[in-house]
Protein backbone atom coordinates (compact mmCIF):
# COMPACT_ATOMS: atom_id res chain seq x y z
CA UNK A 1 0.00 0.00 0.00
CA UNK A 2 0.95 3.69 -1.17
CA UNK A 3 0.17 6.78 0.96
CA UNK A 4 0.10 9.79 -0.98
CA UNK A 5 -1.06 13.40 0.11
CA UNK A 6 -3.99 11.50 2.32
CA UNK A 7 -4.70 8.93 -0.33
CA UNK A 8 -4.06 5.17 0.26
CA UNK A 9 -3.70 3.37 -2.97
CA UNK A 10 -3.60 -0.58 -3.26
CA UNK A 11 -1.23 -1.76 -5.72
CA UNK A 12 -2.33 -5.41 -6.97
CA UNK A 13 -0.06 -8.11 -8.70
CA UNK A 14 -1.19 -10.58 -11.14
CA UNK A 15 0.33 -13.35 -12.33
CA UNK A 16 -1.01 -15.92 -14.76
CA UNK A 17 0.91 -19.39 -14.97
CA UNK A 18 -0.46 -21.81 -17.51
CA UNK A 19 -0.30 -25.42 -16.83
CA UNK A 20 -0.76 -27.87 -19.70
CA UNK A 21 -1.71 -31.34 -19.09
CA UNK A 22 0.94 -34.13 -20.08
CA UNK A 23 -0.41 -37.06 -22.74
CA UNK A 24 -0.02 -40.13 -20.45
CA UNK A 25 2.99 -42.16 -21.32
CA UNK A 26 3.14 -45.76 -21.91
CA UNK A 27 5.72 -48.28 -21.93
CA UNK A 28 7.35 -50.98 -25.20
CA UNK A 29 8.21 -53.82 -24.06
CA UNK A 30 10.56 -55.68 -26.63
CA UNK A 31 11.70 -59.54 -25.81
CA UNK A 32 12.31 -62.76 -27.73
CA UNK A 33 11.59 -66.49 -27.24
CA UNK A 34 14.63 -67.74 -27.30
CA UNK A 35 17.65 -65.17 -27.50
CA UNK A 36 20.12 -68.09 -28.86
CA UNK A 37 17.56 -67.08 -32.25
CA UNK A 38 17.81 -63.47 -32.02
CA UNK A 39 17.23 -60.33 -30.81
CA UNK A 40 14.30 -57.42 -30.77
CA UNK A 41 14.91 -53.61 -30.29
CA UNK A 42 12.56 -50.16 -30.43
CA UNK A 43 10.77 -50.55 -26.92
CA UNK A 44 10.93 -48.04 -24.11
CA UNK A 45 8.69 -45.39 -23.11
CA UNK A 46 6.04 -43.45 -25.62
CA UNK A 47 3.56 -40.59 -25.42
CA UNK A 48 0.43 -41.62 -26.33
CA UNK A 49 -0.28 -41.81 -30.08
CA UNK A 50 3.28 -41.30 -30.39
CA UNK A 51 4.50 -43.86 -33.11
CA UNK A 52 6.85 -46.94 -31.93
CA UNK A 53 8.91 -49.41 -34.56
CA UNK A 54 10.05 -52.46 -33.42
CA UNK A 55 12.72 -54.50 -35.30
CA UNK A 56 13.12 -58.59 -34.38
CA UNK A 57 16.89 -59.49 -35.81
CA UNK A 58 17.72 -63.36 -36.44
CA UNK A 59 20.83 -64.83 -35.75
CA UNK A 60 22.79 -67.02 -38.46
CA UNK A 61 20.63 -69.99 -38.93
CA UNK A 62 17.17 -68.58 -37.90
CA UNK A 63 14.02 -66.51 -39.06
CA UNK A 64 11.83 -64.33 -37.64
CA UNK A 65 8.36 -66.00 -37.91
CA UNK A 66 6.10 -63.02 -36.05
CA UNK A 67 4.92 -60.91 -33.12
CA UNK A 68 2.74 -62.34 -29.99
CA UNK A 69 0.30 -60.44 -30.92
CA UNK A 70 -0.36 -61.97 -34.83
CA UNK A 71 1.92 -59.48 -36.42
CA UNK A 72 4.13 -60.64 -39.03
CA UNK A 73 5.57 -57.00 -40.16
CA UNK A 74 9.53 -56.33 -40.00
CA UNK A 75 10.14 -54.12 -38.77
CA UNK A 76 6.60 -53.32 -37.15
CA UNK A 77 5.42 -49.73 -36.61
CA UNK A 78 2.24 -48.88 -34.45
CA UNK A 79 0.54 -46.39 -32.31
CA UNK A 80 0.83 -46.64 -28.76
CA UNK A 81 -2.36 -46.41 -26.74
CA UNK A 82 -1.36 -48.83 -24.09
CA UNK A 83 1.19 -50.43 -22.20
CA UNK A 84 2.56 -53.66 -24.51
CA UNK A 85 4.71 -56.17 -24.56
CA UNK A 86 5.74 -57.44 -27.63
CA UNK A 87 7.94 -60.85 -27.99
CA UNK A 88 9.62 -62.07 -31.52
CA UNK A 89 9.71 -65.46 -32.46
CA UNK A 90 11.97 -66.97 -33.91
CA UNK A 91 12.47 -70.31 -35.35
CA UNK A 92 15.42 -72.68 -37.05
CA UNK A 93 15.68 -72.13 -40.69
CA UNK A 94 14.38 -75.22 -42.57
CA UNK A 95 11.26 -75.26 -40.02
CA UNK A 96 7.23 -74.42 -40.59
CA UNK A 97 6.19 -70.53 -40.44
CA UNK A 98 3.37 -68.99 -38.84
CA UNK A 99 1.27 -69.92 -41.96
CA UNK A 100 2.37 -74.30 -41.86
CA UNK A 101 0.00 -76.68 -42.59
CA UNK A 102 0.64 -80.09 -43.89
CA UNK A 103 -1.25 -81.47 -46.54
CA UNK A 104 -4.60 -80.04 -47.06
CA UNK A 105 -5.84 -78.53 -43.87
CA UNK A 106 -7.59 -75.37 -44.02
CA UNK A 107 -9.32 -73.21 -41.99
CA UNK A 108 -12.10 -70.73 -43.05
CA UNK A 109 -13.49 -67.86 -40.34
CA UNK A 110 -17.21 -66.85 -41.25
CA UNK A 111 -18.92 -64.94 -41.29
CA UNK A 112 -15.91 -62.00 -41.28
CA UNK A 113 -16.69 -59.39 -40.01
CA UNK A 114 -18.96 -60.49 -37.88
CA UNK A 115 -21.35 -58.61 -35.09
CA UNK A 116 -22.83 -61.21 -33.62
CA UNK A 117 -20.78 -64.57 -34.08
CA UNK A 118 -18.36 -66.50 -35.92
CA UNK A 119 -17.62 -69.98 -37.14
CA UNK A 120 -14.35 -71.11 -37.19
CA UNK A 121 -13.90 -74.14 -39.56
CA UNK A 122 -11.06 -76.66 -39.50
CA UNK A 123 -10.58 -79.25 -42.05
CA UNK A 124 -8.48 -81.74 -42.11
CA UNK A 125 -6.86 -81.97 -39.28
CA UNK A 126 -6.38 -84.85 -37.01
CA UNK A 127 -6.07 -84.36 -32.93
CA UNK A 128 -6.03 -81.58 -30.94
CA UNK A 129 -6.27 -78.77 -32.36
CA UNK A 130 -6.21 -75.47 -30.35
CA UNK A 131 -8.00 -71.94 -30.90
CA UNK A 132 -6.41 -68.77 -29.56
CA UNK A 133 -8.21 -65.61 -30.20
CA UNK A 134 -5.74 -62.23 -29.77
CA UNK A 135 -6.75 -58.86 -30.00
CA UNK A 136 -4.31 -55.84 -31.71
CA UNK A 137 -2.60 -55.34 -28.38
CA UNK A 138 -1.06 -58.95 -27.88
CA UNK A 139 -3.97 -59.79 -25.18
CA UNK A 140 -5.78 -63.36 -25.21
CA UNK A 141 -9.58 -62.83 -25.44
CA UNK A 142 -10.56 -66.62 -26.09
CA UNK A 143 -9.30 -70.13 -26.01
CA UNK A 144 -10.51 -73.36 -26.95
CA UNK A 145 -9.21 -76.93 -27.49
CA UNK A 146 -10.90 -79.11 -30.21
CA UNK A 147 -10.71 -82.70 -30.83
CA UNK A 148 -10.35 -83.22 -35.08
CA UNK A 149 -10.91 -85.77 -37.10
CA UNK A 150 -10.59 -84.63 -40.19
CA UNK A 151 -12.88 -81.82 -39.69
CA UNK A 152 -13.81 -79.29 -36.43
CA UNK A 153 -15.98 -76.32 -36.28
CA UNK A 154 -16.04 -73.94 -33.41
CA UNK A 155 -18.90 -71.35 -33.39
CA UNK A 156 -17.69 -68.38 -30.75
CA UNK A 157 -20.03 -65.84 -29.71
CA UNK A 158 -18.27 -62.31 -30.66
CA UNK A 159 -20.92 -60.35 -29.18
CA UNK A 160 -18.67 -59.65 -25.82
CA UNK A 161 -15.91 -58.39 -28.14
CA UNK A 162 -15.44 -54.91 -28.34
CA UNK A 163 -15.15 -53.77 -32.37
CA UNK A 164 -11.81 -53.94 -33.69
CA UNK A 165 -9.39 -56.30 -35.39
CA UNK A 166 -8.60 -59.94 -33.48
CA UNK A 167 -6.14 -62.58 -34.90
CA UNK A 168 -7.22 -66.27 -34.41
CA UNK A 169 -3.73 -68.20 -33.78
CA UNK A 170 -4.78 -71.97 -35.11
CA UNK A 171 -2.04 -74.74 -34.05
CA UNK A 172 -1.74 -78.59 -33.67
CA UNK A 173 0.56 -81.53 -35.10
CA UNK A 174 -0.23 -80.36 -38.22
CA UNK A 175 -1.46 -77.00 -38.64
CA UNK A 176 0.42 -73.95 -37.68
CA UNK A 177 -1.73 -70.38 -39.16
CA UNK A 178 -2.90 -67.16 -38.26
CA UNK A 179 -6.25 -65.34 -39.47
CA UNK A 180 -7.56 -62.17 -38.87
CA UNK A 181 -11.06 -61.73 -37.94
CA UNK A 182 -12.83 -58.37 -37.51
CA UNK A 183 -15.71 -57.54 -35.03
CA UNK A 184 -17.88 -54.82 -36.11
Request: hydrophobic share 35%; charged share 10%.
Given at each position: ???????????LVFSATTQTASE????????????AMG?????GTFQAGESCT??????????????SNGMTDNP?????????????TFAANGTEGIDYADGSVTC??????????????????????RITVVDINGRTVATETLECNADCEKTMDARNLAQG???VKITGENVNMVKKLVVR
Open positions: MDSSGGRTFLRPTYTVTVNVNDASATGGVTATPNSGYHFVGWYTFTVVVNITLTATIYPNPTSDATTISVKGANGKVTYF
